[in-house]
């Protein structure tokens, strides 16, 4: 829950969010749209604990998110970002980031890339699960580096997840394939996105349109 909330960086006097009220039920499927600058993205910040707002407050099951409370609740959000980092390592030691080499579940990692519709590219790989992708992924394509992301957002079945233009390296039969595997996903995962495309957020419970720092428009998809 948002309450009142504005944000200025440090050292600008001109707020990127205005006075915001704004309440996302557990569950809920959010898109978040605007024009570049229209301050989407520090909104998705707050809302990740990556910010603190200048005034009012965040609160998270009625709990205010602060310094002291900020790095906790971090720690129930996973974030696919429009640019996935991957290392030189195997397609399955970036889809499992974090773990060693020997605690990877494999079944999990291939269950993961089936819901982010990664697995059959991968099989199709000489090397499959073990294939090297190079310096950051220089032998993916960009839409195989986000389905890896995604399938890596999956595999660690955190509370919230956050999508900032996370598809938009796919064609519209793999986008429309993928959002609807991350739809079908556990009913009590929250799921935040911002889309470039209006289409990819057609089946959101609630989608808000920030314009000039300021909810301009919240609805549904039929009526924003």
Known sequence: KLSN?????????????????????????????????SGKSTL???LMGLLIPTSGSMEVDG?????????????NVVHVPQTIFLCDATIAENIAFGESKEEIDIEMVKESSKKA?????????????DTLVGERGSKLSGGQRQRIGIARAILKKSNV????EATNAL?????????????????????????????????CS???????????????????
């Open 161 to 164: 997840l956050f999508l900032d």
């Open 117 to 129: 519709h990664a697995h059959n590219f991968i099989n199709s790989m000489e090397h499959g699960y």
């Open 206 to 224: 609630m989608i808000i349109e920030i314009k000039d720092g300021k909810i301009y428009k919240m609805g549904s998809y039929k009526d924003v």
């Open 44 to 46: 998705m910040d707050i």
């Open 5 to 37: 909330v504005s944000y200025a960086y440090p050292g600008s006097d001109q707020s990127i969010l205005s006075n915001l009220d704004l309440e996302i039920a557990s569950g809920s499927r959010v898109g978040i749209i605007g024009v570049t600058g």
């Open 63 to 75: 709990l205010k998110i602060d310094e002291s409370n900020q790095a906790a609740w971090r720690k």
């Open 171 to 203: 064609d519209d039969e793999t986008e429309s394939k993928v959002m609807k595997s991350l739809y079908e996903l556990d009913p009590s995962m929250t799921l935040i996105m911002v889309a470039h495309r209006k289409t990819t957020l057609r089946h």
